[in-house]
């Protein structure tokens, strides 16, 4: 078959060659070296898939019509034998539909050959093994089924027999795929108490008991396949049982020449376009305000890459936004160049044992600089092309371990691709319609079934982060978002044209997207309305000027269209802190608010500007002060005294930057007589020091003879002898522990078992008994030590004892304990 | 707003955390209100820039009255000058339609049960703990009995867990007693009509069955109540702070209804009386001997139809518990304010019921109804030795001698002489200072100690003008009806209290006959912790539209007063 599709192809003109090159720019990728190349690539198994993936629903069933209607010998087909299979159901297509769809897979080369005598490209049986779900003919399977196929009317019989539960397995594997796993033991081992009722779920392989499919295997309707391991297996249905149970709605299935039809009513363009403006305005400002928050505090990145969960949930919370929405702000950040990684490595800002930190780039401040329009725009494009799925971050891994934001597990590159086909789905339907999430599944189930399946969850996704960055508005694309997107299709095509020029994004020009947006979105407001309240609202988005004014002069309270801000004291304090006065606070209030400035803000200002100020701090090196002013003024004028800079912060104190010594020195060579002070105000004297040898006890002194005792006084020698009896009570209380356990361990090494059970024995008589006990031991130190004590309990690996002597409660852990032996 | 408001667009502006801003000179902002009220809640209204919160109760205070999701996100979009974000649409629409999955029926034969219109969510709430014990059996997939005793605690619950039930299960009829509003006059009085924002109030409640009217003080509260009484013509407990507002209650019953004195009973501290119409105080009802609540039989003694709670926002903790179990009688709670200060107003959605009626007090100042009112705060600079005094004190001893600054006395005499021909009240916190004004302006003093009785007589004094000045504690914060006091001296208070400067204000805001002008001083210590209390009390009344002229004490005092000391 290859040398006969490389002969069909070499037969070919130049234009058609090119036509196929042109469908599937993957062959040329190298470029093959000749015809037979050309050919075997375009059999090859990922071609094909390639090939499949881009065809819609009704397509594929036709391409399955072909390869059912094959003649098993030869292998062909005609167009005919296709239209007669696909018009067998109930519904049939119109034969001119069915004509396109094989037109259009001529031209593909997934069948080729003259009308008459079609063939099917090898490579589509590996890609695609069971064709219109259906299974292979009970001849390649298996002897006693194909027998039964052969015989209709018994075939038909055995099919009415079936018990409904065994009914709806076989109608669930005739809708395909038509193969199942059923679980170990299910065909084996007759069924046991009463037949289940419900179907078992094949695909996941938990048929909770083996009757229905026991059942059928035996009837032959199912043929069992090579048994997988632990006796594990999968069935088969055959392809004439697959058939019949199709008879209804024709062999390929229910067929769809056109994509279904979207039922929900279309929205006002307007209101649409409404909803995604203010939604882009959100997430504009979610933006900032995330990012602010990271150069306020830069998120630290984990060891396996990413940021952690908790900093995501912290920062989301502070935001007050979800979670999702949070980790989907921050990917789109990255993917945009506003955020990026800073080796902290060797710096002293490493904190969390991390080496690096997410903060804002040099990028951001360009960003924020920006129209609204066009920050929108940076955060869009990169949403549409990140190869980042946002959706995935907050999950568990195949490792069981929550997948973070930014880390690699959330790195998908089909992403771009799903983002594109599912908003090429709203952009292809017309403008503000609204489909559901269900109905754009549909769409993109029948566009395109071999990419849509398995990948519902990525696609609802999509859908969601569409509507949070305001590319849908009321679950319809907006006018700006079909802009941007044909902007963004259009950039592709001219990548695909060598000659093509870049996009115009880097122009400078604003893109039409933006330009649409812009029209949508308010104008910048440069005034406010003060009220009674001192609340400052700004009836719609600041201009920059403004907004820096009033960041200064009043608490932010709550953001969207407008933005209402708080004078408080704080802030007007924040405001003077910074440079203000009070007669510029009241000019700015004067000439931004378009209300008269409510009596109450003139009052705040001016009680806070009055005690601004009122305590001031500095420091100084040293002071001058005296009671008598004059004094002071001659000090502060004395031209020898210049140097030291003195600075008159009272009538009666100076202050200089320099040391208090220098200034002693050089006020007593000036001629005056200064005293220092110390901390508490006291005059600290000095006198001039003389130099001295440290002080030692003299030789003489001690009497006349020197070795005789010193003779004590009476109290002092009674003092002596208590201390004496005292200390002989002492010893006689602490007798000597016995040899056994004084340093029993440091002779024979590590205790014996049989010692240490016997301790143990010893110190539960001693609980018992509440006797005294010597207790060896060894301490933490490894040295060995004795005690005598009076056990009080064990337990958990511990004995607690009381020393007597002490009156302390010890705690001795039992594989410490060497010896115990009772006192006597 | 200026002259191209319409051309920018509506005179709306939602906010992302869910404020709408209304700016009140916007042409449109009459109809945008009419549009916004049922659903959102007045938060703020100074003079430019009115506030309203789109809350979860809020909206499901609206679906109760009828309104749809689809209706609210039309409303915003219609109004609203800017772009109104995608997921707060969204939310609206999720959380409207989050009430009402679930409602509360009476069943003909299984009696009260919990219905679902959503069957998962009826799986959901029926699995959490929250509601364990409160469900009985299950009927059917959708039907789940519900043990009546539970009723409101169900209702709390599910409104806890974000899934608030329709309450359909009905109200018993109680015992029925004539009450007629006498409209033409009784005793020979003057023949009145209830206003017009009283009737709406009125029509609102009995349509919705329970929940709360939010009056300003002054706007006839009681007369709301007795309208509904007459509506219900059925035995009524009243509920009320104390025993002065029970008497007053009473008095306008007497004078407003067909009731006679016979027929309505006390139940306080003193006396212990059940008639048809029964006054109880919160204190009797929350009182307890050896832990027991002793008087909670009041709510079984008769077979009352309807049940009314005067000052809601003021309701205790204990009442609350009862009221769970009263969930089949009609329940009118009456309040100047939702604001609680313990944040309990949910429970007061789910027990009492929702907001039924709501306006503005500028609105109904402006009608006439009450008196409008001019607040100023008089600033007194303290002496030398004040001031000394002041920076010396602890902490917690700060804000007494700021408040109590003996600086204040004749700044007070200046403020009562400066209105002669009105009726003045002088209000504080502290005992030891209201007898140093009562002493230096010579005026009599109602505090806490003072009998009933003789709070009585001088407050019947006060009414016929025989006494000019009143100087009163803390017990005139509540339920006090002066409606010829026209200034209001405010000295002290409890520390930033915003609820009290409301209370207070409203002393003054009943309608005078003359429509004269009502004065509210508030005498504040300069550059003291005083100040900043009063910023914080004075900010609920500036959020009501009440801008307070500052003025200082020098201004009042004229140059001419000799100095004190």
Known sequence: MTTSLADHLRTLPDESLAALLQLRPDLVVPVPADVSALAIRAQSRVSVARALDGLDQFTLQILDAARLTRDPQGGGTTVEAVLAMATAGSHPPAPAAVRGAVDRLRALFLLYGPEHDLHVVGGVEEVAPYPAGLGRPATELDPRAAALCADPAKLRRTLLAAPPSARAILDRLAAGPPIGTVPAGALEAPATGTEDALPPDLVNGGAPTGSPIRWLVEHRLLVRMSGGKGGAGTVELPREVGLLLRRDSGPLGPLRTSPPVVATPAREAKAVDSAGAGQTMEVVRHTEALLESLSEEPAPVLRSGGVGVRDLRRMARNLGLDDGIAALLFEVAYAAGLVGELDLTGSSHARYGGDQQILPTAGYEVWRAASLAQRWEQLARAWLTMTRQAGLVGQRDDRDRPISVLSAEAERAGAPAARRSVLAVLADLPPATAPTPDEVLELLDWRAPRRARGRETAHREVLAEAAQLGVTGLGALTSYGRLLLAELTDADERAEDPLGLRSDAESGEPSTAVRALDALLPAPVDHFLVQADLTVVVPGPPDPALAAELEVVAEHESAGGASVHRVTTASVRRALDAGYSADDLHSLFRRRSRTPVPQGLTYLVDDVARKHGGLRVGSAGGYVRSDDEALLTEVQSDKRLEPLAFRRIAPTVLVTPYQVQRMLTALREAGYAPVPEDASGSAVLSRPKTRRAPARVPAAGRGLDPLAAPRLPLPRLLGVVEQIRRGEAAARAARRAPAVVRGSRAATGPAPAHTHSDALAVLQQAVRDKALVWVGYVDAHGATASRLVRPVSIGAGYLRAEDERTEMLHTFALHRITAAVLED | ?565
């Not at chain 2, 009862?322 to 789910?350: C, H, M, P």
């Not at chain 2, 209001?488 to 005078?512: C, D, M, N, Y």
């Open chain 2, 1 to 565: 707003m200026g002259e191209d408001a319409g051309v920018s667009g509506g005179p709306l502006i939602v906010q992302s955390d869910k404020t709408l801003l209304l700016e009140i000179d916007h042409p449109d902002a009459q109809a945008c209100r009419m549009a916004i009220a049922p659903f959102a809640e007045l938060e703020r209204s100074p003079e430019h820039v009115h506030t309203y919160r789109l809350t979860p109760l809020g909206l499901w205070n609206a679906r109760a009255a009828g309104h749809d999701a689809e209706g609210v996100v039309d409303a915003l979009i219609k109004y609203s000058r800017y772009p109104v974000p995608h997921a707060l649409l969204v939310d609206v629409a999720e959380t409207m339609d989050r009430y009402g999955r679930l409602q509360l029926a009476n069943d003909p034969v299984h009696g009260l049960v919990l219905r679902a219109l959503d069957r998962l969510v009826l799986i959901e709430v029926a699995k959490s703990k929250k509601l364990a014990g409160m469900l009985g059996n299950k009927i059917d997939d959708d039907t789940i009995q519900v043990h009546p005793s539970e009723r409101g605690r169900l209702k709390q619950a599910l409104l806890k867990l974000g899934w608030p039930a329709e309450d359909l299960a009905g109200y018993v009829d109680g015992e029925a007693h004539p009450i007629d509003l006498a409209e033409a006059g009784k005793d020979g009085g003057k023949p009145w009509t209830l206003r017009s924002y009283q009737r709406e109030a009125v029509d609102a409640f009995w349509a919705g069955g329970s929940g709360v009217v939010v009056l300003p003080c002054g706007a006839g509260k009681t007369l709301v109540g007795a309208a509904a009484m007459a509506e219900a013509k059925a035995t009524t407990l009243i509920l009320v702070t104390n025993t002065v507002a029970g008497r007053q209650w009473k008095r306008e019953l007497v004078a407003r209804t067909s009731l006679t004195e016979e027929e309505i009973g006390e139940y306080s501290g003193e006396r212990k009386e059940i008639r048809p119409v029964t006054i109880a105080t919160y204190q009797v009802l929350t009182s307890r001997r050896g832990g027991a609540f002793t008087h909670l039989d009041l709510f079984g003694a008769r077979d009352w139809g309807l049940v009314i709670y005067d000052e809601v926002h003021l309701l205790p903790a204990p009442i609350f518990r009862f009221t769970a179990d009263l969930q089949a009688r009609r329940r009118l709670g009456l309040t100047a304010t939702l604001v609680r200060e313990d944040g309990r107003e949910g429970d007061v959605f789910s027990l009492i019921g929702p907001k039924r009626y709501d306006a503005p007090w500028k609105d109904i100042e402006q009608q006439g109804w009450i008196a409008p009112a001019e607040c100023t705060e008089v600033r007194v600079t303290l002496t030398d030795a004040e001031r000394m005094a002041y920076a010396t004190a602890e902490a917690e001893e700060r804000y007494r001698m700021a408040a109590t600054a003996r600086t204040k006395l004749p700044v007070v005499r200046a403020l009562v002489d400066r209105h002669p021909e009105d009726q003045v009240l002088v209000i504080g916190g502290y005992i030891d200072q209201l007898h140093q004004l009562g002493e230096y302006l010579d005026a009599p003093i109602v505090q806490g100690s003072t009998t009933n009785k003789e709070r009585e007589r001088l407050f019947d004094a006060f009414r016929s003008g025989e006494i000019r000045t009143l100087v009163i504690s803390k017990v005139g914060n509540f339920s006090i009806d002066l409606p010829e006091a026209a200034v209001a001296i405010q000295v002290s208070g409890t520390f930033g209290s915003r609820q009290e400067e409301a209370q207070r204000l409203g002393r003054v805001l009943r309608p005078k006959a003359d429509g004269r002008q009502a004065h509210f001083y508030t005498v504040v210590s300069r550059d003291t912790i005083d100040t900043e209390y009063a910023a914080h009390r004075q900010r609920f009344l500036a959020e009501q539209g009440y801008a307070y002229t500052i003025v200082d004490a020098d201004d009042v005092l004229g140059p001419s007063l000799p100095s004190f000391d």
